[in-house]
């Protein structure tokens, strides 16, 4: 209710804890683009090594492959690419 930011897109978010090693596979939806945020760790994404502060977008892809690299947080965000436009701006703080 008083989060310091808003988001104004229709969005889900995931964090994923992964042990060094562990793989997984992150939540994929029909016309919903995936972007895949390393907060902590290294992971290889769909085959791209990626680091604290990286990110990469999957639109269109089949399954979304993560593997860690070391131990790791990842923030997963499902992005629905078919939802209305918003002028607004993206984020409000």
Known sequence: MDAPAIVRNDVRLYDIHLKAGSDTQAQR??????????YRGEAV?????????????LVDEA??????????TLLVFLINREAPLTHAGTIAQ
Do not use: C, M, R, Y
Request: charged share 10%.
């Open 63 to 72: 399954q979304v492959g993560i593997t860690a690299t070391s131990d790791a």
């Open 29 to 38: 939806w029909q016309v919903w683009d995936t972007l895949v945020h390393i």
């Open 45 to 57: 994404v769909n085959g791209t090594p990626l680091k604290v502060a990286e990110a990469a977008l």
